[in-house]
């Protein structure tokens, strides 16, 4: 009883996880189309002053939003956690040992 609890419990962590990363892949698209369109359309109807702070606000704002979402799904580690020391101290250790034996 105790491992089937577990296992269900396990489960629907997993689901949860998955289920929070597709949220932030759908957030992620529709940013990057959404943008998209705008900022070709202030390109398209600009008079020659495409380069100006308000053209690119809403992408500024809506990827500080993005950031904090990935951050939330992903955690603060996302490019430098523990997985990223791990596998970086066991590549070097791996180059290291080849790098003696030739």
Known sequence: MEKN??????????KRRVKSIRGFYIHLFFYLVI???IIVQIYMHN???FWRGENFSTAFFWGIG???HGTGVFGSNLFFGKEWEERKIKELMNKDKKEKWN
């Open 5 to 14: 609890f577990q296992e269900n419990e396990r489960y629907f962590l997993a």
């Open 35 to 37: 943008n998209s369109i």
């Open 47 to 49: 008079d020659g002053e």
């Open 66 to 68: 993005i950031l904090a």
